[in-house]
């Protein structure tokens, strides 16, 4: 599976704090939480929420399964990616719908929710006759 992933440094292959996504897959929980940065670690060490359980119960069983297409829904955007989730994908709630995020190795030690932001810009349009009380003296030549 690792040879499928591959990144654009000079085609070297994946490596997650100098080990191979692999290595990643067949360590317990505990030894990647001790790989990942200091907030994702805290957050699973202090123990994941019911909802959180749920995902992480559903990404196993999908990764068992994998013969659906259809992405894994969830509004939990503060969940840390794990190797376990690469390769699967997840509809994540950004306050007005569900968008798709697919899981690449390099997100690994990142939240869900950071790949699909809940702001949009904003793009104004130009002020029309009406629009404001000083619009009311424009010529009209």
């Known amino acids: 599976m690792s040879s499928e992933y591959r990144t654009g440094r000079e085609g070297k292959e994946f ?4 080990h191979s996504l692999d290595e990643l897959q067949e360590m317990d929980e505990e030894e990647v939480v001790a790989l990942l940065p200091a907030r994702q670690r805290r ?3 202090r123990g994941l ?3 959180q359980r749920k995902l992480l119960e559903k990404a196993r069983n999908r990764d068992e ?4 297409n259809e ?3 969830t509004h939990l955007r503060d969940m840390p990616i794990l190797p376990e989730f ?3 994908t997840f509809a994540v709630y950004n306050g007005h719908s569900f968008e798709r995020v697919k899981v690449e190795p390099e997100m690994i030690g990142h939240y869900l929710g950071e790949f699909h932001l809940t702001r949009s810009t904003v793009q104004h349009g130009q002020a029309g ?3 404001t009380r000083s619009s009311k003296f424009v010529p009209l030549k």
């Open 86 to 88: 690469v390769g699967l």
């Open 129 to 131: 006759i009406g629009a």
């Open 65 to 68: 399964e994998e013969t659906t």
């Open 43 to 45: 957050t699973m060490t």
């Open 49 to 51: 929420g019911t909802e």
């Open 71 to 73: 992405p894994i829904r």
């Open 15 to 18: 490596a997650y704090r100098g």
